[in-house]
């Protein structure tokens, strides 16, 4: 498995407006070969970014997307730069241990 985080900081006020966007796209990324799963994570805190967790089956896979006509339509009509507080940060994983409850 292979997780990719976008950890976004997003400015107060701009909050529902950024996860509309990822409610707007709900059932896009879903259709790409090798993807597993997404999750956004809204922060407790003000000063904590929101992250975009994405699962994929290996990193080929989630290359494959970054190439997609899904992706491009993605990230087109980006919210404003007043929206964020700062650059948003990726990073990328290899699963290596995976434990869950019964």
């Given at each position: 498995?292979?997780?990719?985080?976008?950890?976004?900081?997003?400015?107060?006020?701009?909050?529902?407006?950024?996860?509309?966007?990822f409610r707007?796209?709900?059932?896009?990324?879903?259709?790409?070969?090798?993807?597993?799963?997404?999750?956004?994570?809204?922060?407790?805190?003000?000063?904590?970014?929101?992250?975009?967790?994405?699962?994929?089956?290996?990193?080929?896979?989630?290359?494959?997307?970054?190439?997609?006509?899904?992706?491009?339509?993605?990230?087109?009509?980006?919210?404003?730069?007043?929206?964020?507080?700062?650059?948003?940060?990726?990073?990328?994983?290899?699963?290596?241990?995976?434990?869950?409850?019964?």
């Amino acid at each position: 498995m292979y997780i990719v985080t976008n950890r976004v900081p997003v400015a107060e006020g701009w909050e529902e407006a950024f996860e509309e966007r990822f409610r707007q796209r709900a059932g896009q990324v879903e259709k790409q070969p090798g993807f597993v799963r997404m999750q956004v994570l809204k922060p407790d805190t003000a000063e904590t970014p929101y992250v975009v967790l994405t699962t994929w089956r290996d990193k080929a896979a989630f290359e494959g997307w970054l190439g997609s006509e899904d992706f491009q339509a993605a990230h087109r009509n980006p919210l404003p730069k007043e929206a964020f507080t700062g650059q948003g940060r990726i990073e990328s994983f290899e699963v290596i241990i995976t434990a869950e409850g019964a």
